[in-house]
């Protein structure tokens, strides 16, 4: 999704560490979600939902801090993510998600997908999200932010 802001010169930074926790995935999901953002205030709401596309009950187990928000630039370039602000600390809680086949489930207890307080603010620009997990296999799980 692109969102428009002010533009200015923004510096691309390097890629984020993997996020705190893992995505263990025991079925075939497919993940999707939107993003709102407000420049004004720096905050963002993000809602990430898990699709079971398989015939079986799909379960995912993770901790609160499984993905990482990205901000690109139209090249592609990374220009923010949601790194945590240097007094916050993620705890380490386990989320189980059952998804039955054909449904859809939001995955909520996610911490740090939404808010205002992130180590650096978001640049102003028009900018596409992305959200990005890894799977204790070792798999990249990302997609688009709507």
């Known amino acids: 999704m692109s969102l428009l802001g002010c533009n200015e010169p923004v510096s691309v930074i390097e890629s984020p560490p993997p996020p ?13 979600g939107e993003i709102s953002w407000s420049a004004r ?6 809602q990430i939902w898990a699709e079971n596309v398989g015939s079986s009950t799909a379960r995912i187990e ?3 801090c499984s993905f990482h928000i990205i901000a690109y630039n139209a090249d592609y370039k990374l220009v923010w993510y949601n790194r945590l602000a240097e007094n916050v ?9 059952m998804i039955s086949p054909g449904e859809t489930v939001q995955l909520t207890g996610q911490s740090y997908i939404s808010g205002s307080f992130w180590y650096q603010d978001i640049p102003s620009g028009d ?4 959200a990005q997990a890894f ?9 688009e932010l709507n």
């Open 41 to 46: 205030d720096n905050s963002i709401e993000t």
């Open 127 to 130: 900018w596409n999200f992305e």
């Open 62 to 64: 993770t901790g609160v």
């Open 89 to 97: 600390v993620c705890l380490d809680e386990l989320l189980v998600y």
């Open 135 to 143: 799977t204790t296999a070792g798999d990249t799980v990302a997609f």
């Open 20 to 32: 705190r926790h893992d995505l263990n995935i025991d079925g075939k999901v497919q993940f999707h």
